[in-house]
Nanobody, 116 residues
Framework: QVQLVESGGRMVQDGGSLRLSCTAS????????MTWFRQAPGKEREWVAR????????DYVDFVKGRFTISRLFANNTVSLEMNSLKPEDTAIYSC?????????WGRGTQVTVSS
């Protein structure tokens, strides 16, 4: 079992920046792929960025490329999402997921609100 806790979400103005963190506990010694998702009100959940277990492979959805950066900090079992040039359409609940062998673990999410 892996427990995931997201933090860092808050309200920021259009063009602002935030850094989200996802901290894992439990069976953190395994080789999980980590993914950030988001879900806006009335919309389906969508993936935003993912990073492989070693941290050397990163993927981003097109609409965040160049603005968001995912990183893996092995020392404290944390995956971060640095978000710059935020837009009102980035407003959503951001959640992280750990995946391995078809098993997914989820955190509860953190709210990001970008005001115009």
């Amino acid at each position: 079992q892996v427990q995931l806790v997201e933090s860092g979400g808050r309200m920021v103005q259009d063009g602002g920046s935030l850094r989200l963190s996802c901290t894992a506990s439990g069976r953190t010694g395994k080789t999980y792929e980590m993914t950030w998702f988001r879900q806006a009100p009335g919309k389906e959940r969508e993936w935003v960025a993912r990073i492989n277990w070693s941290g050397d492979q990163k993927d981003y959805v097109d609409f965040v490329k160049g603005r968001f950066t995912i990183s893996r900090l092995f020392a404290n079992n944390t995956v971060s999402l640095e978000m710059n040039s935020l837009k009102p359409e980035d407003t959503a609940i951001y959640s992280c997921s750990a995946s391995e062998g078809g098993v997914d673990y989820w955190g509860r999410g953190t709210q990001v609100t970008v005001s115009s």
